[in-house]
Nanobody, 116 residues
Framework: QVRLVESGGTLVEPGGSLRLSCAVS????????MGWYRQAPGKQRELVAT???????NYADSVKGRFTISRDNAKNRGDLEMNNLNPEDTAVYYC??????????WGQGTQVTVSS
């Protein structure tokens, strides 16, 4: 059974930092693209960052220079380092693994709240 489990979401003050992790089981991560998406209340889910199997990275403009996506194939895990957080970053963050055509996997999400 394939599972993606996100962790690390919590309440943080503006300007703070968080590290989200996505533990993947049931599938070998090395051949797959990974990504982080987020969905704020009343808004559509949006791309935050992606990293391909070849480690090509793409960021949403809103997080460039503040967020860093990474992956550890040996541990079957991906991370999202988030710095200089602001209230607009408040959302549920989802891990995504694209393991091939028609194989799009999602975690359950982890809540990030940026507030003083």
């Amino acid at each position: 059974q394939v599972r993606l489990v996100e962790s690390g979401g919590t309440l943080v003050e503006p300007g703070g930092s968080l590290r989200l992790s996505c533990a993947v089981s049931g599938i070998t991560l090395s051949a797959s693209a990974m990504g982080w998406y987020r969905q704020a209340p009343g808004k559509q889910r949006e791309l935050v960052a992606t990293i391909s199997a070849e480690r090509k990275i793409n960021y949403a403009d809103s997080v460039k220079g503040r967020f860093t996506i990474s992956r550890d194939n040996a541990k079957n895990r991906g991370d999202l380092e988030m710095n200089n957080l602001n209230p607009e970053d408040t959302a549920v963050y989802y891990c995504n693994v694209n393991a091939g055509p028609g194989i799009d996997l999602w975690g359950q999400g982890t809540q990030v709240t940026v507030s003083s």
